[in-house]
């Protein structure tokens, strides 16, 4: 398990300018695979007992020796080359990519801002400050158990301005940075297939893709559509003799309306859904959508018990059964998020500037960004390294989260793994990312004594309070 690791961690050698740098993000990754709280970079000092090192290690989040970008695309060729059964269809992968609403109530920290709650659940408030990130993994499957590894997860709302003192980037709407982010990955997965929620499904996006696939990638998109989506049918072939501009859309179908107008048509299938055999009655149709763009998409109409969706595909290609499987993949995403949050406190951070203008909780809608008042190059400079930090610290909950997934599929298996922690109903297949997480805090120390040579053992060894040279009389060890 320690030689997995090791072997994953050290190919992020050549993204650090300093060796130091690397050291310490070796150090934040075991940490947050291995703690047993969530409460920030204290909890990991605790989880390794390393030495005093709040301050230097509070710095390595802000430092100038990696960049977040290069980084994750590393992290994603390596999950390529190391994780078991990466999800294929026709010998391309799923990606899939969501947005996360993280509460967070500091009044100078960077991106933070009044977010409204979509949630169902009525225990939650209609709006929220917190801050809002981006995210793409891609999807491994082995046997029963399917994995959304997570690659990348940025901020996307609020942070504009901020942004916008050091160039373009991350100037458009949520919906377009989603798809930027997620092209930037077709260069590991080229030719793959993004699975996306309805709020995605918007026209800005959808030529953002158009665009970025000019340039290589091939990025094609599944997205779930809206029950009130409008298309329009393809235009009839013109006449001999008809004069004026040729027609670029023909008739307007409201998609909503074709479960009842169209019903003899659809068809029956058995489909695994969610890990459950389940009859659908579906219907296909390529049409045009998004005024003025008439770009064309497929559609499939799916009624399953009381229950009715539609899903648009921009590849006319795929079959739809094929379309309504991996759509229903999606879901795994949401579980990623859940073990960010829980098992490695991907969030649990607070990294503020004392220039950043505090946040006002009851300013009228339409102010203009708080950011906008910072004008010096000291302050400014500041401000964008608090924002690095946030981020560069949720990225190693990014890894950490994916190597225990990793850890999921291959070591899991074993009898040891499954006794470590009770539950009262123990998976058949692969543990859980929270049993993986629970084995090595229990065992971490042992297995770096076993395997002290590892380039990832020494390194903490080093940072450790008292367990370095540990002998036989050394009772911590």
């Known amino acids: 398990m320690m030689k997995f690791i090791s072997t994953v961690l050290s190919c992020f050698r050549e993204c650090f300018s300093r060796e130091a740098a690397f050291k310490w993000f070796v150090t934040v990754v075991i940490g947050m695979m291995t703690r047993k709280d969530g409460l920030g ?57 969501d947005n996360l609403k993280n509460s967070k109530e500091g009044r100078r920290i960077a991106g933070v801002k009044r977010l409204h709650q979509e949630s169902e659940n009525s225990s939650k408030p209609e709006y929220m400050y917190g801050q809002l990130f981006g995210c793409v993994g891609v999807l491994v499957e082995w046997g029963k158990k399917c994995f959304c590894i997570p690659l990348a997860c940025e901020l996307q709302d609020g942070v504009k301005e901020i942004m916008s ?5 991350r100037l458009g709407s949520q919906t377009v940075e989603m798809i930027k982010l997620a092209h930037r990955f077709t260069q590991v997965f080229p030719n793959a297939i993004l699975l996306l929620d ?12 158009d665009i970025l696939n000019m340039k290589g990638g091939g990025l094609r998109a599944i997205i779930m559509a809206k029950l009130n989506a409008t298309a329009y049918e393809k235009p009839y072939a013109r006449k001999p003799g008809d004069r004026g501009a040729p027609r670029k859309k023909g008739a307007t179908v409201k998609l909503a309306e074709l479960f009842a107008t169209e019903a003899a048509k659809f068809s029956n299938s058995n489909v695994i859904l969610y890990g459950k055999e ?10 045009l959508w998004g005024k003025g763009m008439y770009r064309s998409i497929r559609f499939v109409l799916v009624q399953y018990g009381e229950k009715k969706a539609i899903i648009a595909s921009t590849d006319t ?14 879901f795994s995403i949401e579980c990623t998020f859940k073990s960010m949050k829980y098992d490695v406190a991907a969030f ?40 690095d930090a946030t981020e560069n610290y949720v990225f190693c909950g990014v890894v950490a989260t994916g190597l225990l997934q990793m850890l999921s599929l291959r070591d899991s298996r074993t009898n040891e793994m499954k006794k470590t922690r009770y539950l009262r109903t123990p998976s058949r297949t692969s543990a859980s990312e929270a049993t993986v997480s629970d ?5 971490v120390y042992r297995l770096m004594i076993n395997e002290p040579d590892l380039h990832v053992s020494s390194i903490i060894l080093e940072k450790m309070d008292g367990y370095i040279n540990c002998g036989e009389d050394n009772e911590a060890c």
């Open 41 to 97: 970079v204290t909890s990991i000092i605790r989880a390794l007992s390393l030495k005093p090192i709040y301050e230097p290690l509070i710095r390595f989040f802000r430092s100038d020796a990696w960049n977040i970008k290069d980084t994750s695309l590393k992290w994603a060729s390596t999950v390529a080359d190391n994780a078991d059964g990466i999800f294929r269809v026709g010998g391309s992968a799923v990606l899939v990519g």
């Open 439 to 443: 084995y090595l805090a229990n065992n």
């Open 165 to 169: 003192w050091s160039g373009w980037a």
């Open 198 to 209: 309805r709020y995605f499904l918007t026209k800005p996006a959808l030529e953002w893709l």
């Open 348 to 387: 649990s951070n607070r990294f503020w500037s004392k220039f950043m203008p505090k946040l006002k909780r009851y300013q009228k809608s339409g102010t203009p960004d708080r950011a906008k008042k910072i004008t010096g190059s000291h302050a400014r400079r500041y401000v964008r390294k608090s924002l």
């Open 278 to 287: 389940t009859t659908i009655k579906y219907l296909c149709k390529d049409l």
């Open 317 to 330: 290609a795929l079959s739809p059964i094929e379309i309504v499987k991996l759509y229903s993949k999606r």
